[in-house]
């Protein structure tokens, strides 16, 4: 039976993330290896059993069966904006074969978020467990951050200028506050984007030091892809515990 590799992030603070990049979509953070151990298993099987559950092959591998493959260093400490470790997997050129299976595995995590958050009332979208984000702010990350993902491989545009299709797509996104309406509008966008790239740009590695403060984290068409599942399937388990908190509170009854 394969051992899975996962390939750890670690920050100076002793948090850790861990990715299991093969099949891709989990990111995971932990406040530090001893609280991973205990916890990576579970993820593991709970994403495997996701993946399957969609029809997609995974490997025949137990999910306590795992090794560190991959230990990357980063600048920040996992919050919104930080740097996300870059891999030797990440350097292999992307085929187009393999960006459909991204972006279908990307789907799969993609309807799990609209099925979430579509007519949600605006007391739902805006309430707040334990001084935490609103899924109104959360989604609005969701977006903001595909969008970015995108740039992540784009030559510097203050040089180039940006991309037509991508300057396209933050004005729709900017001409309304609809949160649901702006994913709708990002993730046809980022599909159509991934599938238009050239040989050159889906075997680039970029140092980007545009829309960012971290000016030396490293990109590739392959990290923007599985940053995509990783991060929307992060953040439809955010949402979900809201709305779970959010139910519990507003619905007693029913506990």
Same mark, same amino acid.
């Given at each position: 039976?394969?051992? &899975?590799?996962?390939? &750890?992030?670690?920050?100076?603070?002793?948090?850790?993330?861990?990715?299991? /990049?093969?099949?891709? %979509?989990?990111?995971?953070?932990?406040?530090?290896?001893?609280?991973?151990?205990?916890?990576?298993?579970?993820?593991?099987?709970? $994403?495997?059993? *996701?993946?399957?559950?969609?029809?997609?092959?995974?490997?025949?591998?137990?999910?306590?069966?795992?090794?560190?493959?991959?230990?990357?260093?980063?600048?920040?400490?996992?919050?919104?904006?930080?740097?996300?470790?870059?891999?030797?997997?990440?350097?292999?050129?992307?085929?187009?074969?393999?960006?459909?299976?991204? /972006?279908?595995?990307?789907?799969?995590?993609?309807?799990?978020?609209?099925?979430?958050?579509? %007519?949600?009332?605006?007391?739902?979208?805006?309430?707040?467990?334990?001084?935490?984000?609103?899924?109104?702010?959360?989604?609005?990350?969701?977006?903001?951050?595909? /969008? *970015?993902?995108?740039?992540?491989?784009?030559?510097?545009?203050?040089?180039?200028?940006?991309?037509?299709? &991508?300057?396209?797509?933050?004005?729709?996104?900017?001409?309304?506050?609809?949160?649901?309406?702006? /994913?709708?509008?990002? *993730?046809?966008?980022?599909?159509? *984007?991934?599938?238009?790239?050239?040989?050159?740009?889906? %075997?680039?590695?970029?140092?980007?030091?545009?829309?960012?403060?971290?000016?030396?984290?490293?990109?590739?068409?392959?990290?923007? &892809?599985?940053?995509?599942?990783? $991060?929307?399937?992060?953040?439809?388990?955010?949402?979900?515990?809201?709305?779970?908190?959010?139910?519990?509170?507003?619905?007693?009854?029913?506990?």
């Amino acid at each position: 039976m394969n051992i &899975l590799d996962i390939y &750890l992030d670690v920050a100076t603070s002793g948090r850790v993330m861990a990715h299991l /990049l093969e099949p891709p %979509g989990l990111g995971m953070r932990f406040e530090s290896r001893a609280a991973m151990r205990p916890r990576l298993p579970r993820a593991v099987a709970a $994403h495997l059993a *996701w993946v399957r559950r969609h029809g997609e092959s995974v490997p025949p591998a137990r999910p306590d069966r795992y090794q560190v493959a991959e230990e990357v260093f980063v600048a920040g400490n996992f919050e919104s904006g930080d740097d996300v470790g870059f891999y030797r997997p990440d350097t292999v050129p992307v085929t187009p074969g393999e960006i459909d299976r991204y /972006l279908r595995i990307a789907g799969y995590a993609h309807q799990d978020l609209f099925q979430l958050v579509q %007519g949600l009332s605006h007391t739902a979208f805006d309430w707040v467990r334990d001084g935490g984000r609103p899924i109104r702010t959360i989604l609005r990350h969701v977006v903001s951050a595909e /969008l *970015w993902y995108m740039t992540r491989i784009i030559d510097d545009p203050d040089r180039h200028g940006m991309p037509a299709e &991508l300057a396209e797509t933050d004005r729709r996104i900017d001409a309304t506050e609809d949160m649901v309406e702006r /994913l709708r509008i990002v *993730w046809p966008a980022f599909q159509q *984007w991934a599938r238009s790239l050239t040989d050159d740009v889906r %075997g680039r590695v970029t140092v980007p030091t545009w829309f960012t403060e971290r000016t030396e984290e490293r990109w590739s068409a392959r990290k923007m &892809l599985r940053r995509c599942i990783e $991060h929307c399937r992060e953040h439809s388990g955010s949402i979900e515990q809201i709305l779970a908190a959010y139910h519990y509170r507003s619905f007693p009854h029913r506990r």
